[in-house]
């Protein structure tokens, strides 16, 4: 019930539901990936970091767990540990393309360019619909590498 409250954007209900769930399941790596995915979207990084670290010990090769950890990391700007987190994503499946934009800011920011670069034009193939936002930095980043 808490992923169609969250569906809904009713945030406030899809914690009450996970809250209940983890109350009666303490080994439920859904309701807290869910919930530490919800605390990460509110800022609230503290409550995020606890709910993302025990849904990794719960189950470490989950690939949506692994993806939200990086983007947990990514938005502490904590660039090295987001991408050793998408890189376990991926290692996890190949195919989960949607780890590369997130991956190229990291690697941006870091000022690995070439390799953002890279993470950038694979995540336009993948999504078109990033084309627009991911660009203007898919080009920069070619520029600063000398690519």
């Not at 390799?115 to 999504?127: H, L, R, S, V």
């Amino acid at each position: 019930q808490g992923i169609i409250y969250i569906e809904n954007d009713n945030d406030s209900l899809a914690l009450m539901d996970l809250n209940k769930v983890i109350e009666l399941d303490s080994t439920n790596i859904e309701a807290y990936g869910y919930r530490g995915n919800i605390y990460l979207n509110k800022d609230q990084y503290d409550l995020a970091e606890v709910d993302l670290k025990k849904a990794v010990e719960l189950k470490p090769n989950d690939k949506h767990v692994q993806y939200t950890m990086g983007n947990y990391y990514l938005m502490k700007e904590m660039f090295n540990d987001a991408i050793a987190f998408y890189n376990k994503a991926l290692a996890t499946d190949p195919n989960f393309k949607i780890v590369l934009e997130n991956r190229g800011i990291a690697y941006y920011n870091l000022g690995f360019y070439r390799q953002a670069a890279i993470d950038f034009d694979n995540a336009m193939k993948y999504n078109p619909q990033l084309v627009e936002k991911l660009k203007p930095l898919y080009i920069d980043a070619k520029l600063r590498a000398g690519i």
